[in-house]
């Protein structure tokens, strides 16, 4: 059995509920105008998007895929530090290390490891997972970065603020590995059942999703943490605030 063919009409129908809120935030003034640009900007991207994958599934050139996974990570990189209002040019070269270090050797050991792909780029498989663990770096440094500035901004010291900022982007991902399974099922798994794969290997490549998106979110944030510390505070300062 294949997956069904959804129709434009069709695909309307999943609106509703989507229009019921709008509603419901123009009615109580809660950031509507906010929520029309995110859907109208998710409506454009998904369409362009599903038409550049066309091309780039067809393509033969290791080449096309390095520049796209380029593109993504550098995405990931600057979008990772909207949580805060803070200049993002300093912390860009962080975050971008840390999505790099995080995501970027995760996407190889499983794209290499796991898979063992030939060749390497194929991009129906390499374009996906890079999205799924560069968009997990990505979430966890955002957390990461709004708890430690909160953190900080508060007064505490900075270790401390760093163990915290490191547990509170982790609970996403850890709350994810809890539900998986009992009252989630996973985009990946479910699209593999829809299409006619075995549950059973359905289940393998849904384990081995969450131990790459939990394993790049994990080395990213702390990466990024690591990195950033120069950014938030003075050693000179520090230094006098132990000998006190």
């Known amino acids: 059995m294949g997956i069904a063919t959804i129709s434009i009409p069709q695909l309307a129908i999943a609106f509703i509920p989507v229009a019921i809120v709008i509603f419901l935030m123009w009615r ?12 109208g900007r998710m409506l454009l991207q998904l369409t362009l998007v599903g038409y ?30 909207n949580t805060v209002e803070l200049p993002k040019r300093p912390l860009f070269l962080a975050s971008l290390t840390s999505v790099l270090l995080g995501g970027g ?7 290499q490891g796991v898979l063992q792909l030939d ?18 770096s990505m979430t966890n440094i ?29 609970i996403p991902v850890i709350n994810s590995c809890l539900a998986v399974g009992i009252i989630s099922l996973p985009g990946m798994m ?7 794969v075995s549950p059973v290997i359905a289940a393998r490549y849904q384990i081995m ?12 944030s702390a990466c990024f943490l690591a990195l950033v510390r120069s950014n938030f505070v003075d050693d000179k300062h520090e230094e006098s605030m132990g000998t006190t």
């Open 52 to 81: 550049v994958l066309i091309y780039i599934f067809q393509t033969e050139s290791g080449l096309v895929v390095s520049g796209v996974l380029a593109i993504m990570l550098v995405a990931a990189s600057w979008i990772a530090l």
């Open 28 to 39: 109580w003034s809660h950031g509507y105008g906010r929520a029309l640009q995110a859907i």
């Open 142 to 170: 955002s957390l990461a970065l709004e708890r430690i500035y909160a953190e900080l901004k508060n007064g505490v010291e900075y270790k401390q603020a760093r163990d915290v900022a490191f547990r509170t982007s982790m």
């Open 209 to 220: 999703v969450m131990c790459m998106i939990f394993g790049s979110a994990g080395i990213s």
């Open 119 to 136: 060749p390497w780029y194929q991009p129906n498989y390499m374009i996906p997972l890079a999205g799924m663990i560069f968009s997990a």
């Open 105 to 111: 050797c995760t996407l190889v050991l499983i794209t």
């Open 190 to 196: 479910t699209g593999q059942i829809l299409s006619g």
